[in-house]
């Protein structure tokens, strides 16, 4: 399923963002990478239900995520769940996608916030734990350039509320549509970082 578009358009270098979360143990590094127009996420998809290792990532559908925050917030949560010994779901990329979602509907969380067949733009997450992992950014950059079918962009916030985000899922998913002082603020960026609060609020209330 190698892609050698893919491979000319980005070096290994610019596909993966090496990011340092804070109050995270130095054993955990975490890398996201984000892709638009997949053509094969039935693909990747079968990997994960067939539990191949080599596709052990936090698929995540981009259309479903307001920011890097959000992301982020998610990542640390399943870090801090997987950390405690209480996982739910198998793995702490399955966890990543499960910490995005407002109840702790598995199944559900899955299907709003992971990859589906038909995902066509997403943020795939690497969580690399030393030891044992010997993987490194660069084996994952060569991995997702050869095997995910779609064009690697920046995981910035601008690129992913201009060109990804579907405001009108993430409303519902998180509730949204009934807040009406939300509708009343004319001003878009100030209204989508309202939403980003109210979906990291949501976020938080999961485990309560």
Not at 82 to 91: A, D
Not at 136 to 158: A, M, Y
């Amino acid at each position: 399923m190698g892609s050698s578009e893919n491979d000319s358009a980005a070096a290994p270098s610019e596909v993966l963002e090496t990011i340092q979360l804070e109050h995270v143990p130095s054993t955990h590094t975490v890398h996201v990478a984000v892709f638009k127009d997949v053509t094969n996420a039935e693909f990747l998809h079968q990997q994960l239900l067939s539990r191949n290792s080599e596709y052990e990532y936090a698929f995540i559908d981009a259309t479903s995520v307001t920011s890097r925050l959000q992301v982020l917030a998610a990542v640390f949560k399943a870090i801090t769940i997987q950390l405690s010994g209480n996982m739910k779901t198998p793995n702490i990329h399955s966890e990543i996608v499960c910490s995005l979602s407002p109840n702790k509907n598995i199944s559900e969380a899955y299907r709003r916030f992971g990859i589906t067949p038909t995902s066509r733009h997403l943020i795939i997450v690497k969580v690399l734990i030393s030891p044992p992992s010997t993987l490194t950014p660069t084996t994952i950059s060569q991995h997702l350039l050869t095997n995910v079918s779609g064009t690697p962009i920046p995981f910035t916030d601008s690129i992913l509320q201009s060109d990804l985000t579907d405001w009108g899922k993430v409303r519902k998913y998180y509730k949204l549509n009934g807040v009406n002082w939300l509708d009343s603020v004319k001003d878009e960026a100030q209204r989508r970082k309202e939403t980003e609060m109210l979906v990291l609020g949501g976020m938080a209330l999961r485990g309560l």
